[in-house]
């Protein structure tokens, strides 16, 4: 199995790490786009209270962590999900790199990822011993029918933001050909510029969420990265799969863990909070980058800038960790990153203004 995957990226980046770390003024980590803000009270109160649970949890979730799904996204996506339609993960990240192989793809079918993409949709493919396929568009693979098209709008690294056209024309192509398109919209909530929906949505999915998946996590837009909460909606029969697999598997979300994202789902005064603090730390950022001679393209959703000096992606992270700034070097999620560094927004107020300050001084 092992000899399936590429080495973990992160580890790659270790040198580094080590080499901006040792900037007299301490790391600003603009790489890996880890949540730095405070979890929301009523979320940890939550989780508090429901902290004496010496049963099992159970796989499917709690009634009340199915109808707060279902709840959020009708009211926030304009999305209407039977309740049983959903399913808890531990984190999204499981469940995106074990779908391919809890569904039963293997050698003989084709798992199609983005050009650019967050590394764990490559990974759910070996990991299912499919073959993998990257193209920039669906619409643009005219190979052997595929199993799993996977989508991630707003996209990390890049922050495209795919329209409802595209969205219903690959939804449309998917199902001619018995594909099952999975959204990865963990970024929905962080749409800077334009609009986004869900895949889910009936101008999308045309009313029927047949061969649709949705894939959500709060651990961005509640800060709720260390406790492991995401959750899949859509197919009706997709999920009861799932389900059975992940019942044998093992796979249970903690049930404090549950009772935290029903408050964090039913509480939607935190959200404009966290979405001030990331679009003014966005925007501090651009424009340092800007002014040194960076370009940002795409980055109108999701929380990371895709800036480049026309140069290896390499080269470019040496430079930034020489003033202790770390940055995701473009590589890291295809060849077509090769000239881009992948820029963070989710260092706190004081390490933005730091790395702001040294980049001015630098270029």
């Known amino acids: 199995m092992i000899e399936r995957l590429p080495k973990f990226p992160w580890d790659v980046l270790l040198p580094y790490r080590k080499l901006a770390a040792a900037h007299p003024d301490g790391l600003v980590n603009l790489a890996l786009g880890d949540p730095v803000d405070r979890t929301p009270a009523v979320v940890r109160a ?5 902290a004496d649970a010496p049963g099992y949890p159970s796989t499917e979730g709690t009634p009340q962590l199915r109808e707060a799904v279902a709840a ?3 009211r926030r996506e304009g999305v209407s999900v039977d309740p049983s339609a959903v399913i808890p993960a531990v984190g999204t990240k499981e469940l995106i790199a074990w779908l391919p192989t809890m569904l039963g793809l ?13 590394p764990t949709y ?5 990991l299912a011993g499919a073959r993998l396929v990257r193209t920039a ?17 707003p996209s990390n690294p890049e922050g495209r933001v795919l329209g409802t056209a595209e969205l219903r024309a690959i939804v449309g192509w998917a199902r001619e050909r018995g594909a099952l398109v999975v959204n990865d919209e963990c970024y929905l909530d962080h749409v800077w510029e334009g609009e986004t929906r869900s895949v889910l949505h009936p101008e999308i999915s045309g009313g029927s969420h047949e061969g649709v998946l949705a894939v959500h996590s709060l651990s961005k837009r509640s800060n709720l990265a260390g406790y492991r909460a995401g959750f899949a909606a859509g197919d009706p029969a997709v999920i009861a799969t799932l389900l059975e697999v992940r019942k044998h598997a093992g796979h249970m979300v903690p049930a404090p863990v549950q009772a935290a994202m029903v408050a964090a789902l039913g509480d939607d005064s935190h959200l404009a909070g966290q979405r001030g603090s990331y679009a003014r730390r966005r925007a501090v950022l651009r424009a340092a980058l800007l002014e040194c001679g960076f370009r940002i393209d795409h980055s109108v959703g999701a929380l990371f800038l895709w800036a480049t000096r026309d140069e290896p992606c390499w080269v470019t992270v040496g430079a930034l960790a ?11 999620y295809g060849e077509a990153g090769a000239r881009h560094v992948r820029v963070a927004v989710t260092e706190t107020d004081e390490r933005v203004e730091q790395a702001v300050k040294r980049l001015a001084a630098a270029f």
Not at 106 to 118: M, R, Y
Not at 122 to 126: D, G, P
């Open 122 to 126: 490559e990974v759910s493919a070996r």
């Open 322 to 332: 020489e003033l202790g700034i770390l940055v995701a070097p473009g590589e890291f």
């Open 46 to 50: 939550a989780l508090a209270a429901a």
């Open 137 to 153: 568009s669906p619409l643009d693979y005219d190979g052997p029918a595929p199993r799993v098209v996977w989508l991630n709008s």
């Open 106 to 118: 293997g050698p003989s079918d084709v798992v199609l990822v983005p050009e650019l993409a967050f």
């Open 72 to 74: 959020w996204l009708l």
